[in-house]
């Protein structure tokens, strides 16, 4: 089946750009999301990108799609320490209900 | 818009007592869905449904039922609890679901404890 990877943890000191991997199995994914999640709180849409697209950039945020590797990454710019979350990779399945697989989440952390 | 509203935040029970976690969206969305979140496991789905009087199920199913009679709501019910599904629950709904980037909003977690 689907699987979405991510590595667990990343730490990084502020000011500092964070690049988050993921990879994921379903060549037929149409859609790849990252998702943020602050303690506490429900999952919130950082920024997705079509499958034809090789990158999407979005102020301090760039997504890198490479689909031959099957590989996603997110960087994030001047890393501050609001930006310290759990980070959720996730492609939308190949099938016809369009259903989110995540990965385990990476959690960010940022030193000041 | 009050987006998608869960209720309970917090609940404890029992093993083998029953209760419904109610999830409700006021965006007209069609397509809703019940995901669990535990350590270390990411979030892994529940049960959907694309539309009023369909439901499917997901990856982990067993344990839980699911209706959806109206557009703005989703119920989740746990027959017998148990200890295994202690958990962190998120319901989430799309306006795309079979079409379109199906961006889940989510809402803010029901926090589940089975003792």
């Known amino acids: 089946g689907e699987d979405v990877e991510q590595s667990l943890f990343l730490s990084v000191r502020e000011g500092d750009s964070s690049v988050i991997n993921c990879t994921y199995t379903?060549?037929?994914?149409?859609?790849l999301y990252w998702y943020k999640q602050e303690p506490g709180a429900g999952l919130q849409l950082l920024t997705y990108?079509?499958?034809?697209?090789d990158m999407k950039q979005d102020q301090r945020l760039t997504v890198l799609l490479n689909k031959k590797d099957k590989h996603l990454s997110l960087r994030i710019a001047d890393t501050q320490t609001g930006d310290s979350a759990i980070y959720f990779c996730a492609e939308r399945d190949g099938g016809s209900q369009g259903n989110l697989i995540f990965g385990k989440g990476t959690k960010l952390s940022v030193k000041p | 818009n009050a987006g998608v509203t869960q209720t309970p935040k917090f609940q404890v029970l029992k093993t083998g007592q029953s209760m419904t976690l109610q999830c409700a969206q006021d965006?007209?969305?069609?397509?809703m869905s019940w995901y669990r979140q535990d350590p270390g496991m990411g979030l892994r789905l529940i049960h959907y449904?694309?539309?009023?009087?369909?439901?499917d199920q997901g990856e982990v199913p067993n344990g839980y039922n699911v209706s959806r009679s109206t557009t703005e709501d989703f119920p989740l019910r746990l027959l017998s609890a148990a200890p295994s599904q202690t958990s962190v629950y998120f319901c989430a709904s799309s306006g795309q679901g079979r079409t379109g980037a199906n961006v889940l909003t989510f809402g803010a977690g029901s926090r589940l404890t089975v003792l």
């Open positions: 449904s694309v539309g009023a009087g369909i439901t």
């Open positions: 965006m007209n969305h069609e397509y």
């Open positions: 990108i079509f499958s034809n697209m």
């Open positions: 379903d060549s037929s994914s149409t859609y």
